[in-house]
């Protein structure tokens, strides 16, 4: 049950039924990683968006939230973020539990994710909590915010500009989220960066 290869997913099934017959065994290693990027079964599920499967993962009291992989730094909340799995990103939110500002290897919390990809809803239940640091800086010095501009993501933006995050912050480069926004000719953001 607990053993691992290149691919450890080929050893957990994601059907539910099967799930609660494996995690009913008491005997599975509940935060093993796998050995070619590190993820836990948690880390997996909340990637894929397996909603009911995260959801008896957390059932179990026994899953560490917070665990990062070993290849990118990322979390659950990370993973789920980044490919917009909202119902996913929710359930961690609810146990209270996820440090919602913790930074992979390049110093991207999930914010970071969620605003790159343009995730709306995501954003919106990240900023809901009141707990988020919207103006963290990754390694580069860029923000969220500088992420949404540069790739046109107009809805997150004005979500990001509504909660307060600095317009003004410049990357390592001197690159503010205007500049971003007019280099990559998103006229929309540029308007609405202009306006704030």
Not at 112 to 134: I, P, Q, R, S, Y
Not at 136 to 160: C, F, I, M, Q
């Amino acid at each position: 049950i607990n053993s691992k290869g290149s691919d450890s997913r080929a050893s957990l099934s994601w059907k539910k039924p099967v799930m609660k017959l494996l995690l009913g065994t008491k005997k599975m290693e509940m935060n093993s990683m796998d050995s070619e990027e590190g993820l836990t079964p948690l880390s997996w599920a909340a990637r894929n968006g397996h909603e009911a499967v995260v959801s008896l993962l957390l059932e179990t009291g026994k899953i560490n939230i917070n665990s990062k992989d070993s290849k990118y730094g990322m979390t659950p909340l990370s993973w789920a973020a980044r490919n917009g799995h909202e119902a996913v990103v929710k359930l961690l939110l609810e146990t209270k539990k996820v440090d919602i500002n913790t930074k992979d290897s390049d110093g991207w919390t999930p914010l970071f994710f969620a605003a790159w990809n343009g995730h709306e809803a995501v954003v919106k239940l990240l900023l809901g909590t009141n707990k988020v640091d919207m103006n963290s800086k990754d390694s580069e010095g860029r923000t969220p915010l500088s992420l949404a501009a540069e790739y046109g993501h107009e809805a997150v933006v004005k979500l990001l500009l509504e909660t307060k995050a600095d317009i003004n912050i410049k990357d390592s480069r001197g690159r503010t989220p205007l500049s971003f926004a007019a280099w990559n000719g998103h006229e929309a953001v540029v308007n609405l960066l202009q306006s704030y």
